[in-house]
């Protein structure tokens, strides 16, 4: 499987890190509309046709952005346990890491989800979530806690996956007063909260 997976080149990286620093950096100081792909190649010290390499345009820098986020959380939560008997510290230690993930990318993900707010990422982190959890749930089939507890699972879904990004954004809001594992430990708490004998 690893020989399936091309190598990308670090020059390539290394390009592409620039312009999301950069990214981040120029929403600090203005609005998205207002991000041109000259103000954004001057603070990346990279030239327009370097960008045009990479990216047809903003929009498109923005979506490619979102895809790799989205296989970087994909890598660090791995595949959605699919145990009729869950091992909860094993979870706890998968939402610490994804977490960790987050703090240490802190500036970037509070800058697209906490203060600017760019939908594109809200939206393929909820989508996201949002098959993690049908994965888990419905690999349970009749031992899962939302079939026992007579909950839609639709409703179910929408309800978690949503009460995780909206906390995550409000912690990323308030610069992170907690640590990844004292959080972790909190929403695995709430979450299982009236369904710890499951």
Same mark, same amino acid.
């Given at each position: 499987?690893?020989?399936?997976?091309?190598?990308? =080149?670090?020059?390539?990286?290394?390009?592409? /890190?620039?312009?999301? =620093?950069?990214?981040?950096?120029?929403?600090?100081?203005?609005?998205?509309?207002?991000?041109?792909?000259?103000?954004?190649? !001057?603070?990346?010290?990279?030239?327009?046709?370097?960008?045009?390499?990479?990216?047809? #345009?903003?929009? #498109?820098?923005?979506?490619?952005?979102? #895809? &790799?986020?989205?296989?970087?959380?994909?890598?660090?939560?791995?595949?959605?346990?699919?145990?009729?008997?869950?091992?909860?510290? &094993?979870?706890?230690?998968?939402? !610490?890491?994804?977490? &960790?993930?987050?703090?240490?990318?802190?500036?970037?993900?509070?800058?697209?989800?906490?203060?600017?707010?760019?939908?594109?990422?809200? !939206?393929?982190?909820?989508?996201?979530?949002?098959?993690?959890?049908?994965?888990?749930? &419905?690999?349970?089939?009749?031992?899962?806690?939302?079939?026992?507890?007579?909950?839609? /699972?639709?409703?179910?879904?929408?309800? =978690?996956?949503?009460?995780?990004?909206?906390?995550? !954004?409000?912690?990323?809001?308030?610069?992170?007063?907690?640590?990844?594992?004292?959080?972790?430990?909190?929403?695995?708490?709430?979450?299982?909260?009236?369904? =710890?004998?499951?």
């Amino acid at each position: 499987m690893g020989n399936k997976k091309k190598q990308t =080149d670090p020059r390539i990286l290394r390009t592409r /890190q620039l312009l999301k =620093d950069a990214f981040v950096q120029l929403l600090q100081e203005m609005d998205l509309e207002k991000l041109t792909v000259n103000r954004l190649t !001057e603070a990346a010290t990279i030239n327009r046709v370097t960008f045009y390499l990479h990216y047809q #345009d903003i929009s #498109d820098m923005l979506d490619k952005m979102a #895809d &790799e986020m989205i296989l970087e959380i994909s890598s660090v939560l791995g595949e959605p346990e699919t145990d009729e008997h869950p091992d909860h510290e &094993e979870n706890i230690k998968v939402l !610490e890491r994804f977490l &960790e993930h987050i703090s240490l990318n802190g500036k970037f993900y509070k800058t697209v989800l906490a203060t600017r707010r760019i939908p594109i990422f809200k !939206e393929r982190i909820l989508t996201f979530f949002t098959d993690w959890l049908v994965t888990r749930i &419905e690999s349970r089939g009749e031992a899962s806690f939302v079939q026992k507890a007579g909950i839609q /699972q639709e409703i179910f879904i929408w309800y =978690d996956a949503a009460a995780i990004i909206g906390t995550i !954004e409000s912690w990323l809001r308030n610069d992170m007063p907690y640590t990844p594992a004292f959080l972790a430990r909190q929403f695995y708490l709430i979450h299982t909260r009236g369904f =710890d004998h499951q």
